[in-house]
C-alpha cells in the first residue's frame, strides 16, 4: 500500500515535525519509495520466527536504590533554551 | 618531526617515553596541520588550541612522573556524536549546533584516562544518519584522496582526518556500516566491536540495539590499542556487557596458517565494481599466501539485511529522537503559538531532510496497525539473518568480503535518491543486525585511484582474532601506510 498526503499530514502530526503543504507532496514520493523498497520483507516466510529485538541477550540489572548521582541542576539547565527559578520555560498550557 | 604524522601509535608512544618529542609538540604537530589541511576538508568542526594544549602538558606531567600509560600524549579526535564535556558536541545537527556537553561520554572519559589529548570534534552525517557525509548541518566532509568525492558516512571526518594525517586516531561509531565504510572509502583500518563491548554512555543514540563505538587509526596494531582503553563494562549503559577484560592485541603476531576464511557467496554476486572485485580478490589470494584457505559460505538471508535494517534503524531513531522537544537543550524555533507548534517547529527547522525522512519513517512502521507487518516482521527476519551467521561461522574463522560495493563516489552522485545511498551499506548491515564486530582494512586502489577496503567479520567476541588477520596482511603489504598526496 502506499501513503496520500492525508497519511504523511498524521505521521508528521505523531512525530511532531511540522511540514508545509509543498513538503508534504515530496515527502509522499520519497517515503512512499523508501517504504517499496521495504515492502519486500513481506515475502519472506516468518512463520514461528521468534522477533529478535535486541543483538545480544542481556537482562535488565538492578541497582540498590540509593542515590548515585550528584545535584548538577545549574549545569543542565545551562545549556536549555529558557530557565526560570530552576524550571524550564513552555508555552502556557493549562489556561 | 615530520615524519611522526606517519607513526604507528606504539612509535610515537615510544618517542614520548623517551623523550624525543613531548605531548605539547606533538599536539601542536597536528594542531598545525589541522589549521594548514582541515579548511578544504571539513573533517573537524571544533577545535580548541588552549584546551587540547592543556591536556597535552598534563600528559607530559604524567609522562615525567611515570604514571602514563601506553597512550598519554597522543592526540585523537572524537566524532561529534561523542558527549565532551566543555565542548560543543553537534552531532552534525542544526538541533544540537549551540550544545556543549556538560558530562563525558564514557568512552571520551576512559580515553582521556589514558591520557589521550584531545585535538578536537569531527564532522559526520546528521545524527550519524548516512553513508557519505553529505546531510552534516556544518556542510560535507571531502576526501583528501580527491576532493571532489565523498569520504563515505557516517563517520566521514574521523575518516578523512586520519587520511590527511591530521590526527593519528579517531572514534567512530558503526550503526550500519559507519566506521567500516568511511575507513574503506579513505584508505584507513577501522574497526566496529561486538555490541555491548564499548560502553554507549554519552554516545548520542541513534538506533540502540545496533549502535556501537570504536576505534580508526592507520592500521590494526593501532586498532588493537585503542579498543584496550575504549572497551568495558560500565553501568550507565544497560546494554553494556559484564566480561573479563581483554587484550585485544594478544594475537597479533599468530600466524594465518590453517586459518579458515569463508566467502558468503552473497557478498561476490553481482554488485561490486569490478575494481573493488579485482582488489579483494588480490587480498584473498595474499591471504592463501599466508596460509589461510578460502571457501564459500552461505549467508542466504543477507540481501534483507537493508530492507530490514531501514524499518528497526528508524523505528528505534524516532524513539531516540523524540528527546529533541526544544526544552530542555538544543534548537527552540523563534516563533510559536503553543507548546505543541513549538515542539513541531522546533524539529521541523532544527532537523535536516534525511533525518526527519527516517524519523517519519519510523513513525509509521510503529504506528498503530502497522507494527506487526513493519516492526515485528523486521525483527523476525533479524533473527533469520543472525541464525546464517551462526551457521557460516560453524565452518570458518572469519569472513571476508568488500566493505564497499564501489570506491568513493562524487558528491550528489546518491544523495538525490534515498534508496540508492541506502544500499551503499548493502555489506555491512548484516553484522549489525546480528551484532557481530567487523572491521575495514584497506586493500589496494581502484577507478579514480582510490582507496578499497576489505572487510573482516569475526564471530562474536572475535576482536582478537580479526586484528590478527588485518594485522599479518598488513605486515605483508603496504596499503594501510599510503598517504594522498595533496596533504603531504
Not at chain 2, 594544549?53 to 600524549?73: F, Y
Not at chain 2, 577501522?190 to 554516545?203: E, Q
Not at chain 2, 546494554?239 to 552473497?266: F, H, N, Q, V, W
Not at chain 2, 541464525?387 to 574463522?397: I, Y
Request: aromatic content about 8%; hydrophobic content about 40%.
Amino acid at each position: 500500500m502506499s501513503l496520500n498526503l492525508e497519511d504523511v499530514a498524521r505521521i508528521a502530526r505523531l512525530a511532531r515535525i511540522e511540514l508545509s503543504a509543498a513538503e508534504r507532496e515530496a515527502t509522499r514520493d520519497q517515503l512512499n519509495d523508501i517504504l517499496g523498497f521495504i515492502e519486500q520483507l513481506q515475502a519472506v516466510d516468518t512463520t514461528g520466527i521468534e522477533p529478535m529485538a535486541h543483538a545480544v541477550d542481556v537482562v535488565q540489572r538492578l541497582r540498590p536504590d540509593v542515590v548515585t548521582e550528584t545535584d548538577r541542576r545549574a549545569d543542565f539547565q545551562a545549556v536549555a533554551p529558557e530557565t526560570e527559578a530552576g524550571l524550564y520555560l513552555v508555552p502556557r498550557v493549562v489556561e | 618531526m615530520s615524519d611522526l604524522i606517519n607513526s604507528s601509535l606504539r612509535e610515537l608512544s615510544a618517542a614520548l617515553a623517551t623523550k624525543k618529542v613531548s605531548a605539547v609538540e606533538l599536539a601542536t604537530l597536528f594542531l598545525d596541520r589541522i589549521e594548514k589541511f582541515n579548511p578544504p576538508l571539513n573533517a573537524f568542526i571544533t577545535t580548541d588550541r588552549e584546551r587540547t594544549l592543556a591536556q597535552a602538558r598534563t600528559a607530559d606531567e604524567r609522562l615525567n612522573t611515570g604514571a602514563g600509560t601506553q597512550l598519554t600524549g597522543i592526540p585523537l579526535g572524537h566524532k561529534d556524536i561523542f558527549c565532551t564535556k566543555g565542548w560543543r558536541t553537534s552531532c552534525g545537527s542544526q538541533m544540537l549546533a549551540n550544545f556543549v556537553s556538560p558530562y563525558d561520554a564514557n568512552v571520551v572519559e576512559k580515553l582521556a584516562a589514558a591520557g589521550m589529548v584531545t585535538l578536537g570534534k569531527l564532522n559526520m552525517d546528521e545524527f550519524a544518519m548516512g553513508s557519505s557525509n553529505e546531510t552534516s548541518y556544518f556542510g560535507p566532509v571531502r576526501n583528501p584522496w580527491d576532493v571532489s568525492c565523498v569520504p563515505g558516512g557516517s563517520s566521514g571526518g574521523s575518516a578523512a582526518a586520519i587520511a590527511a594525517r591530521l590526527t593519528p586516531a579517531a572514534t567512530g561509531t558503526d550503526t550500519g556500516g559507519s566506521i567500516r565504510q568511511p575507513a574503506a572509502l579513505c584508505g584507513l583500518t577501522g574497526l566496529k566491536p561486538t555490541y555491548g563491548v564499548v560502553s554507549r554512555y554519552g554516545m548520542i543514540a541513534f538506533a540502540s540495539s545496533l549502535d556501537q563505538g570504536g576505534p580508526m587509526a592507520k592500521s590494526a596494531e593501532d586498532c588493537a590499542l585503542l579498543l584496550n582503553a575504549m572497551a568495558g563494562f560500565d553501568t550507565r549503559d544497560s546494554t553494556s556487557l559484564e566480561r573479563p577484560t581483554e587484550d585485544y592485541g594478544r594475537d597479533l603476531e599468530k600466524p594465518l596458517a590453517g586459518l579458515k576464511i569463508g566467502l558468503p557467496k552473497e557478498f561476490f554476486g553481482v554488485g561490486m565494481d569490478a575494481d573493488v572485485r579485482a582488489a579483494v580478490d588480490a587480498a584473498l589470494a595474499e591471504y592463501r599466501k599466508l596460509g589461510a584457505t578460502t571457501g564459500e559460505v552461505q549467508l542466504p538471508n543477507s540481501g534483507l539485511s537493508v530492507p530490514a535494517y531501514y524499518v528497526i534503524a528508524p523505528a528505534e531513531a524516532s524513539s531516540n529522537l523524540s528527546r529533541f522537544d526544544g526544552v530542555r537543550y538544543g534548537y527552540r524555533a523563534p516563533e510559536y503559538n503553543d507548546l505543541t507548534e513549538m515542539y513541531s517547529r522546533s524539529r521541523a527547522q532544527g532537523f535536516g531532510a534525511e533525518v526527519k525522512r527516517r524519523i517519519l519513517i519510523g513513525t509509521y512502521v510503529l504506528s498503530h496497525g502497522y507494527y506487526d507487518a513493519y516492526y515485528l516482521k523486521a525483527q523476525k527476519i533479524r533473527r533469520l539473518i543472525a541464525a546464517d551467521f551462526v551457521e557460516a561461522f560453524k565452518q570458518c574463522d572469519v569472513i571476508m568480503g568488500p566493505t564497499s560495493p564501489s570506491v568513493a563516489f562524487a558528491f550528489g552522485a546518491k544523495s538525490a535518491d534515498p534508496v540508492q545511498m541506502y544500499l551503499s551499506d548493502i555489506y555491512t548491515i548484516s553484522t549489525n543486525l546480528a551484532g557481530l564486530p567487523g572491521m575495514s582494512l584497506p586493500c589496494g586502489f581502484g577507478n579514480n585511484n582510490m582507496p578499497v577496503g576489505l572487510q573482516i567479520i569475526g564471530n562474536w567476541f572475535g576482536e582478537a582474532k580479526m586484528l590478527n588477520v588485518a594485522h599479518q596482511y598488513q605486515k605483508a603489504t603496504d596499503w594501510h601506510t599510503r598517504m594522498p598526496e595533496g596533504v603531504k
